[in-house]
């Protein structure tokens, strides 16, 4: 014990020493700037990331408990501290596609208060105090709408600076100077006044925006400004994915430590902080994987509740992507017999796809449609034709092509994106080094090898099934991109990001498990707290590169 307790400060004194090392990359940046409150910024932010690290430790490796503590309860340390942490160096805006997010649950938060959400056009509205989040440069000039409502004038809209979409030194400034107090409003408008978003929110089950938008309206009724919303909005969310993932954790009967793993990647830990409904999808997706898990190899009888709760995941989570309908097949690990019968099963088969489907057709009617009907697709971003549903059908050779070309040269890009080499709104300047990347991908491959005494639990077949499912999903993601974003002049299939994976990499890397490869020590905690280790160097380093990017 006294030598784990000794090894674990040693780990936190090396990113200490990294953290001095950036100190004075921030230091740089600050003085070119003459923003010295950098410096002290950074200066807190080392310091929490210390506390975290040795808190972290000490309930690792706790003195008098075998083990320390349970791994359920230490992730909850890990993720709320961490979560915590990204959240504050990658502010409001700056995870993939939140402004959209932002807006979409913004618009439910005006249906829980039961205000006015949408202008005729569609376009939600928000507070006349917050429009300065989409329009920090201050260009927009606005006019009366025939719905009565401030709208901003097209020509005014080009120009726009949005808060976080690019994250320099000048959004730190930005976020320091507003505070949790200030309040900036357009001219002529006033705290009652409802403006129009130019930014449309994100078409899909309100389901994947409740906890953010719970956020935000409580923000709105205790009347905190557009930091104070964006951030308790946020903070709600984390609270969601701690709590699902705490709870997957806690009911799953093995892997628990690679689950634990893939919520500590960088990438898990930037959306877990942000609005984004990857949010509601990875926790949703996380415990549906363990009660699949757990009525498989753990518990003898499936009862109503199971199933019951089987639905609701699928039925929350399933229509933010269509893609991971596939993910029912996990299901089909658990035996027949603990339905009871065949009876059982195909009643609680049919709940869950029942459940799937009628959400689906409730959010997703109209997509399902035109990708089915359309014999021609274009392309809005690229300006070009793209590719049908139809089209694909009558070329297969065109489609195996393209796959093949994707997995060939995206390989790599999908890796990097998964675990967070590039953070913000895949800002290649924001990125984590490769080396770092690395270890994390090494961490979670050692997370799920089998170790000594470890008894396996999944047979041959179900670790096939299970990898058939996973790729299928990824399969899914790519044809659905196919579809919905690439050009036909590209050569490979446009806008799938590695963060798609995230919901089943922990069952993924399960499926990993054999009787030929074997750690010779169980040191899963230790790997943990390196991972703990690698994301507080990740923060420090991600503050000081924004410090200088002026």
């Given at each position: 014990?006294?030598?784990?307790?000794?090894?674990?400060?040693?780990?936190?004194?090396?990113?200490?020493?990294?953290?001095?090392?950036?100190?004075?990359?921030?230091?740089?940046?600050?003085?070119?700037?003459?923003?010295?409150?950098?410096?002290?910024?950074?200066?807190?932010?080392?310091?929490?990331?210390?506390?975290?690290?040795?808190?972290?430790?000490?309930?690792?490796?706790?003195?008098?408990?075998?083990?320390?503590?349970?791994?359920?309860?230490?992730?909850?340390?890990?993720?709320?501290?961490?979560?915590?942490?990204?959240?504050?160096?990658?502010?409001?805006?700056?995870a993939p596609d939140e402004l959209r997010h932002?807006?979409?649950?913004?618009?439910?938060?005006?249906?829980?208060?039961?205000?006015?959400?949408?202008?005729?056009?569609?376009?939600?509205?928000?507070?006349?105090?917050?429009?300065?989040?989409?329009?920090?440069?201050?260009?927009?000039?606005?006019?009366?709408?025939?719905?009565?409502?401030?709208?901003?004038?097209?020509?005014?809209?080009?120009?726009?600076?949005?808060?976080?979409?690019?994250?320099?030194?000048?959004?730190?400034?930005?976020?320091?100077?507003?505070?949790?107090?200030?309040?900036?409003?357009?001219?002529?408008?006033?705290?009652?006044?409802?403006?129009?978003?130019?930014?449309?929110?994100?078409?899909?089950?309100?389901?994947?925006?409740?906890?953010?938008?719970?956020?935000?309206?409580?923000?709105?009724?205790?009347?905190?400004?557009?930091?104070?919303?964006?951030?308790?909005?946020?903070?709600?969310?984390?609270?969601?994915?701690?709590?699902?993932?705490?709870?997957?954790?806690?009911?799953?009967?093995?892997?628990?430590?690679?689950?634990?793993?893939?919520?500590?990647?960088?990438?898990?830990?930037?959306?877990?902080?942000?609005?984004?409904?990857?949010?509601?999808?990875?926790?949703?997706?996380?415990?549906?994987?363990?009660?699949?898990?757990?009525?498989?190899?753990?518990?003898?009888?499936?009862?109503?509740?199971?199933?019951?709760?089987?639905?609701?995941?699928?039925?929350?989570?399933?229509?933010?992507?269509?893609?991971?309908?596939?993910?029912?097949?996990?299901?089909?690990?658990?035996?027949?017999?603990?339905?009871?019968?065949?009876?059982?099963?195909?009643?609680?088969?049919?709940?869950?796809?029942?459940?799937?489907?009628?959400?689906?057709?409730?959010?997703?009617?109209?997509?399902?449609?035109?990708?089915?009907?359309?014999?021609?697709?274009?392309?809005?971003?690229?300006?070009?034709?793209?590719?049908?549903?139809?089209?694909?059908?009558?070329?297969?050779?065109?489609?195996?092509?393209?796959?093949?070309?994707?997995?060939?040269?995206?390989?790599?890009?999908?890796?990097?994106?998964?675990?967070?080499?590039?953070?913000?709104?895949?800002?290649?300047?924001?990125?984590?080094?490769?080396?770092?990347?690395?270890?994390?991908?090494?961490?979670?491959?050692?997370?799920?090898?089998?170790?000594?005494?470890?008894?396996?639990?999944?047979?041959g077949k179900d670790r096939v099934w299970v990898?058939?499912?996973?790729?299928?999903?990824?399969?899914?993601?790519?044809?659905?991109?196919?579809?919905?974003?690439?050009?036909?002049?590209?050569?490979?299939?446009?806008?799938?990001?590695?963060?798609?994976?995230?919901?089943?990499?922990?069952?993924?890397?399960?499926?990993?498990?054999?009787?030929?490869?074997?750690?010779?020590?169980?040191?899963?905690?230790?790997?943990?707290?390196?991972?703990?280790?690698?994301?507080?160097?990740?923060?420090?380093?991600?503050?000081?590169?924004?410090?200088?990017?002026?």
């Amino acid at each position: 014990m006294k030598k784990n307790n000794s090894s674990w400060m040693w780990l936190a004194a090396v990113v200490a020493a990294f953290g001095v090392w950036h100190f004075l990359d921030v230091r740089a940046g600050a003085l070119e700037s003459r923003d010295t409150w950098l410096m002290t910024g950074y200066l807190c932010l080392g310091a929490m990331v210390m506390f975290c690290l040795w808190a972290i430790g000490g309930f690792l490796w706790r003195p008098g408990h075998k083990g320390g503590i349970s791994l359920e309860r230490i992730y909850l340390v890990m993720g709320l501290s961490f979560g915590i942490l990204y959240m504050l160096v990658l502010p409001p805006l700056s995870a993939p596609d939140e402004l959209r997010h932002y807006v979409t649950a913004y618009q439910l938060s005006s249906c829980f208060l039961g205000q006015p959400s949408n202008s005729a056009s569609g376009h939600v509205l928000v507070r006349a105090e917050d429009m300065w989040l989409e329009d920090v440069g201050g260009c927009y000039e606005y006019e009366a709408g025939e719905d009565g409502y401030l709208r901003v004038k097209p020509q005014t809209a080009e120009n726009t600076w949005v808060l976080g979409a690019t994250l320099t030194e000048d959004t730190y400034r930005t976020i320091r100077q507003q505070g949790f107090s200030g309040r900036i409003y357009p001219e002529g408008t006033d705290a009652d006044t409802l403006m129009v978003s130019i930014h449309s929110p994100v078409v899909t089950t309100p389901a994947g925006f409740v906890p953010q938008a719970f956020g935000m309206a409580l923000a709105r009724l205790l009347g905190l400004n557009t930091l104070g919303l964006l951030y308790l909005g946020r903070l709600f969310n984390l609270l969601f994915f701690v709590g699902m993932t705490f709870l997957a954790i806690r009911r799953i009967p093995f892997g628990g430590e690679v689950m634990v793993g893939t919520a500590l990647l960088p990438m898990t830990l930037h959306l877990s902080a942000s609005l984004s409904y990857d949010v509601m999808i990875m926790g949703c997706l996380f415990y549906f994987t363990a009660v699949c898990l757990d009525l498989a190899y753990e518990k003898e009888q499936v009862e109503k509740r199971d199933v019951a709760v089987l639905m609701i995941l699928m039925a929350a989570a399933g229509p933010c992507k269509m893609i991971y309908g596939v993910f029912m097949g996990l299901c089909l690990l658990i035996p027949v017999k603990r339905f009871g019968g065949w009876k059982g099963w195909v009643l609680s088969a049919a709940a869950v796809l029942g459940a799937w489907g009628i959400a689906m057709a409730a959010v997703n009617t109209r997509t399902i449609l035109s990708y089915a009907t359309e014999t021609e697709s274009y392309v809005a971003w690229a300006e070009e034709p793209g590719y049908s549903l139809f089209y694909l059908i009558h070329h297969p050779i065109r489609l195996i092509q393209m796959f093949y070309q994707t997995i060939v040269w995206q390989a790599e890009h999908y890796h990097l994106t998964m675990i967070g080499a590039y953070l913000g709104n895949l800002d290649q300047i924001l990125n984590v080094p490769y080396v770092v990347v690395v270890f994390f991908t090494v961490c979670l491959l050692c997370l799920a090898m089998k170790k000594p005494g470890e008894m396996l639990r999944m047979s041959g077949k179900d670790r096939v099934w299970v990898s058939v499912l996973c790729a299928a999903c990824t399969a899914a993601a790519m044809l659905s991109m196919l579809i919905a974003w690439t050009a036909m002049s590209s050569q490979v299939i446009e806008g799938v990001q590695g963060r798609y994976f995230l919901p089943f990499l922990p069952v993924l890397l399960m499926a990993f498990k054999n009787d030929t490869i074997i750690l010779t020590k169980n040191g899963n905690r230790s790997i943990l707290y390196l991972m703990c280790c690698a994301n507080g160097y990740v923060l420090l380093r991600l503050y000081s590169v924004v410090s200088m990017r002026l």
